[in-house]
């Protein structure tokens, strides 16, 4: 096994890339061990250390250098991807003065006390997402975020089904959205009966 300064090195070296975030797959091949008992025993130290900190089984965060929350959050209850209020925010099509990281995922979440979770003084709220609307993100620094247009029809159809925002749709700038991508994303909508009229709508100015 590394000596801990050798590890403490590389995981600062590393950071930057992996935005402080790591799985136990992850510690396996910094830490150089494959042996799955030597292993627990190594990161149970590094967690004793104050090093780490682990947000779930098999998941945990560099506290001594800094983690990226967005990234942790991400990672935490996956897949998903960042979208609705902000998305929004992120590509100036509105401005929300809200601090949680939101995302869409396909997992279920059974409990509504699950939606919520706080990490490091920020909010991550989960919304489940039918598989087959699971498109529309991109890579970006480390997260995968949705596109403009995705990220605008992914919060209108929260909004329709009835659930809480603190945008409403006449918060965003539809008026910069690529109309020919909104109308294309827009067609996996179509087994929700009167989503397209609703969200067609609300594009008000045609490319």
């Not at 939606?115 to 997260?143: C, D, K, N, W």
Request: with cysteine.
């Amino acid at each position: 096994m590394l000596l801990l300064s050798t590890l403490l090195g590389r995981l600062a070296g590393l950071n930057q890339d992996t935005g402080g975030v790591y799985e136990t797959a992850d510690l396996a091949v910094i830490l150089e061990i494959d042996h799955p008992c030597r292993l627990t025993e190594a990161i149970a130290r590094l967690l004793r250390e104050g090093v780490l900190e682990r947000l779930r089984r098999g998941l945990y965060v560099d506290v001594l250098n800094g983690y990226r929350p967005e990234v942790a959050g991400q990672r935490w209850l996956a897949p998903g991807y960042l979208s609705t209020e902000t998305a929004l925010d992120r590509h100036g099509l509105c401005r929300t003065g809200i601090v949680a990281f939101t995302y869409v995922t396909t997992r279920l979440i059974p409990r509504r006390e699950q939606a919520t979770r706080s990490l490091q003084g920020r909010q991550l709220v989960y919304r489940h997402l039918a598989p087959h609307l699971f498109f529309g993100y991109r890579p970006e620094a480390g997260i995968l975020l949705a596109e403009p247009e995705k990220a605008a029809l992914d919060l209108l159809y929260y909004l329709y089904k009835g659930q809480g925002s603190a945008l409403c749709a006449a918060d965003i700038d539809f008026a910069s959205l690529r109309a020919s991508r909104y109308r294309s994303y827009l067609r996996a909508y179509r087994r929700q009966a009167g989503f397209e009229q609703y969200a067609l709508g609300r594009l008000r100015s045609p490319e």
